[in-house]
């Protein structure tokens, strides 16, 4: 059974800079894309950073160019996301996701992000 982790969430300041991190458990194969969503109230769960290995891709969304990474090099089994410059519009629930082949797509449990004016 895979399970994700996430962690890092937190209050900051406008402006200011979060890392968070997803930890993998369990027995995977391979990874075929790593991703995390987010998830304001009353709105949709949506997209804010993927990557995908073979081939090898990265998306941003529109939102967070510029201002958010996922680093190519990840530790074993973990999976970051380095916010900086945050907005009133980032806060919001952030989910991890993983796809793996032949097995299906996996969810962490969130964690807030939480920004002050």
């Known amino acids: 059974q895979v399970q994700l982790v996430e962690s890092g969430g937190g209050l900051v300041q406008r402006g200011g800079s979060l890392r968070l991190s997803c930890t993998v458990s369990?027995?995977?194969?391979?990874?075929?894309?790593m991703a995390w969503f987010r998830q304001a109230p009353a709105k949709e769960r949506e997209l804010v950073a993927r990557i995908t290995r073979n081939p090898g891709s990265t998306y941003y969304a529109d939102s967070v160019k510029g201002r958010f990474t996922i680093p190519t090099e990840n530790a074993k089994n973990t999976i970051y996301l380095e916010m900086n410059s945050l907005k009133p519009d980032d806060p919001a629930v952030y989910y991890c996701?993983?796809?793996?082949?032949?097995?299906?797509?996996?969810w962490g449990q969130g964690t807030q992000v939480t920004v002050s004016s």
């Open positions: 996701n993983v796809l793996v082949p032949d097995t299906g797509s996996y």
């Open positions: 369990g027995t995977i194969s391979s990874i075929k894309a």
